[in-house]
């Protein structure tokens, strides 16, 4: 308890020592589910719950020889790839203009960019159900890429736009009275420097169209379900535990973006003490 | 000399050839956006602006009895119309009947009347060719008695379309008699303000939660030196970034009868009967609160750590007690941070679907829950739009309020951590 250094008074300590147990209860509430999960995706039995009967990986080898589970991360792979690079484009380009530009229609613009996070997942849905039914993009990979693109794109103008923030524009300028063209300006010497804040980005695109489950709800037919989908058809129907399997799959894929985002923002605080 | 002036002379001004290099510069800036924005305008803003014109679209009526809607055109609604559109309605129905388009008109009249889909069917099998000249009203009438109300008309002039606020009033819970009125609809269709009462209700129990649990984490969090707040702030992190689904699932299989939960309880001795803890409020609440608790943490942590402890080390250099100084001091440099959360976690809870759907019961459900079933199960696709646009309403005018709260912070600094 020697953490905190206004502790001077007894009802200041007994303050402190609450918000500590407070905390550590709230700690438990929001990671004991996650953590209570996966041993019982590893349980020979098909209950779900403890203590477990014995070890086994027949929910692994489940998952992995049924065609639905396999397709179904297959699927979200490619959606969400490939959302993730058209979100790149698209939001990193913006965020350029958009540093740049100075108008009194700039907050405007940034609203508008910004609101499909805000908006309810359900009303974009029907607007997309709605929308893309008569031309044909219902029930296809490019209808739900550019679904998950309009959402995963003002992640990416906010982490690059952040990181543009803290550019330095000398440096550009610097480069362009060393006679570089404006692309050459921009391959070498700006994008190295907002590489990190791309990846952060390109990270935080993959893992909003990874999921996602309501536009997929509403806009997949029944080749271009993804996991988040299928599970949630396995919760409606019966949980077995081939879902706490998917759910590790999907926990383990959170956990190597968040690790590799974290891994940015240290070094990128180790560059800047560095200066 | 002379040589100098002249090339300055047919020279543009400098000041002038800045602006105009500068209006280059923004409207190539603005050519970086500009793919963007049509990107969105097709995939968000055109489908949600779709959305909404089908909440006010009323054309089906009009597509399928033309002669009818437009004979209804001069009728004032006080005693039944004329033979005219007697006529013209038996004349709609019969080519309705050939086209196979009767369904559609049918579809729609039954939503503002109960039962109007019998009349029109009934009516349609029944007619065996155009009435003579003359006895159209007759002819209807024997087929129908229906035809013989004023009602049943005002229905169809109220149909008439092109647009209509018929939806939109349903989902408010109102309606318009046969005088055009607006009044309360009848209490079997009258639902729509109690789902939006329970949405908000919910939305609400779930951001006071939220803010219970989270203000002495974010508390703890912003007080810790950084080394041990970044390792905490994994807790926070790990579960922000694992998927809805699992976390759902998670609250299912820890809660439900046979769950964790109920087994643990019951091998302490605590309980005999399982408790019922999922597919009811408490579920909902629990599971969400789970969800959106990161949500009110983030935004509580970066406003307590712009605040400066050496305020709380003036207040009590001056004498005012540890309590005093927290809530006179410290709480309120908190507000805009709790104000910013409590609105983010409001928001988001509003528009909650996947949650609900999985672990609430029958009673549990928000209203985007009637917005999808209207949607994909029943295609009553004119009330979702209107549900949908009551909703978005809602949100729209909760986000202009978050980025004024934003802005503020921004402006005394509170979101610079």
């Known amino acids: 308890m020697s953490e905190n250094p206004s502790l001077r008074t007894p009802s200041q300590r007994i303050a402190w020592t609450a918000t500590i147990v407070i905390s550590t209860l709230v700690f438990i509430f929001l990671i004991a589910p996650i953590l209570a999960i996966m041993p019982l995706s590893f349980s020979s039995g098909s209950y779900l719950t403890y203590p477990l009967p014995g070890l086994s990986l027949r929910w692994y080898d489940d998952f992995i020889n049924s065609p639905r589970w396999i397709n179904s991360l297959k699927n979200s792979m490619i959606i969400g790839v490939a959302s993730t690079l058209l979100s790149m484009v698209l939001g990193t380009l913006a965020a350029l203009g958009l540093a740049q530009w100075k108008s009194r229609l700039k907050p405007l613009a940034l609203a508008f960019v910004l609101s499909p996070v805000v908006v309810p997942g359900v009303i974009t849905a029907v607007g997309l159900y709605f929308f893309f039914a008569p031309i044909g993009l219902t029930g296809s990979y490019l209808g739900l890429i550019l679904a998950h693109t309009a959402l995963a794109t003002p992640f990416v103008v906010i982490t690059v736009g952040a990181t543009l923030q803290s550019f330095d524009t000398n440096l550009a300028r610097a480069a362009a009275s060393l006679g570089a063209s404006p692309l050459q300006a921009f391959r070498r010497v700006i994008l190295p420097l907002i590489l990190p804040g791309l990846a952060s980005g390109a990270l935080f695109a993959f893992a909003t169209s990874f999921d996602e489950v309501v536009i997929v709800l509403f806009m997949a037919g029944p080749e271009q379900r993804t996991l988040p989908r299928e599970m949630f058809s396995g919760i409606r129907e019966n949980i077995s535990p081939t879902i706490t399997a998917a759910a590790v799959v999907l926990t383990t894929v959170s956990v190597i973006l968040l690790a590799t985002l974290e891994g940015l923002r240290r070094r990128n605080e180790r560059l800047k003490g560095g200066v | ?417």
């Open chain 2, 1 to 417: 000399m002379t040589s100098a002036s002249a090339s300055a002379s047919t020279e543009v001004p400098l000041k002038r050839r800045l602006k105009r290099a500068e209006r280059t510069r923004q409207l190539k800036a603005l050519a970086l956006v500009v793919p963007l924005l049509l990107f969105l305008l097709f995939t968000f803003a055109g489908p949600i602006a779709g959305m909404l014109w089908r909440a006010v679209d009323d054309r089906e009526v009009r597509q399928v009895l033309p002669q009818t809607i437009a004979a209804l055109a001069s009728w004032d609604g006080r005693d039944l119309p004329d033979e005219k559109a007697y006529a013209a309605l038996a004349n709609d129905i019969l080519a309705a009947r050939a086209s196979g388009t009767i369904a559609i008109a049918a579809k729609r009249l039954n939503y503002a009347m109960n039962g109007f889909r019998t009349i029109l069917t009934s009516t349609a099998r029944n007619l065996k060719a155009a009435p003579e000249a003359g006895t159209a009203k007759e002819a209807l009438g024997r087929i129908n008695p229906a035809w013989r109300e004023r009602t049943t008309w005002t229905t169809i002039k109220d149909a008439s379309g092109p647009v209509t606020g018929f939806y939109l009033l349903s989902a408010l819970d109102l309606t318009r008699n046969a005088d055009g009125a607006i009044i309360a609809a009848p209490p079997d269709q009258a639902i729509y303000r109690d789902v939006f009462a329970r949405t908000f209700l919910i939305s609400l129990s779930v951001t006071l939660l939220c803010l219970i649990l989270g203000f002495p984490v974010a508390y703890l969090l912003a007080t810790l030196p950084p080394g041990k707040s970044n390792l905490l702030m994994i807790f926070v992190l790990l579960p922000f970034w694992t998927s809805l689904l699992v976390r759902t699932c998670a609250w299912i299989v820890l809660l439900q009868s046979k769950g964790i939960v109920n087994d643990g309880l019951h091998w302490l001795g605590i309980i005999d009967e399982p408790l019922r803890l999922i597919y009811n409020r408490f579920g909902v609440c629990v599971a969400m609160t789970h969800v959106l608790l990161p949500f009110m943490i983030l935004p509580l942590y970066s406003s307590m750590k712009a605040i400066s402890p050496a305020y709380m080390r003036a207040a009590a250099s001056l004498g005012a007690p540890p309590l005093t100084a927290f809530l006179r001091i410290y709480l309120p440099q908190t507000l805009p941070g709790i104000g910013a959360g409590s609105l983010l976690v409001f928001i988001l809870a509003l528009g909650y679907y996947i949650t609900p759907a999985l672990v609430g019961g029958a009673a549990d459900q928000m209203i985007s829950y009637f917005i999808a079933l209207y949607t994909t199960e029943t295609a009553n696709w004119g009330l979702a739009s209107a549900l949908g646009a009551v909703l978005l309403l809602a949100t729209i005018l909760l986000a202009l309020v978050y980025g004024r709260l934003v802005q503020g912070q921004h402006v005394t600094g509170g979101m610079k951590n």
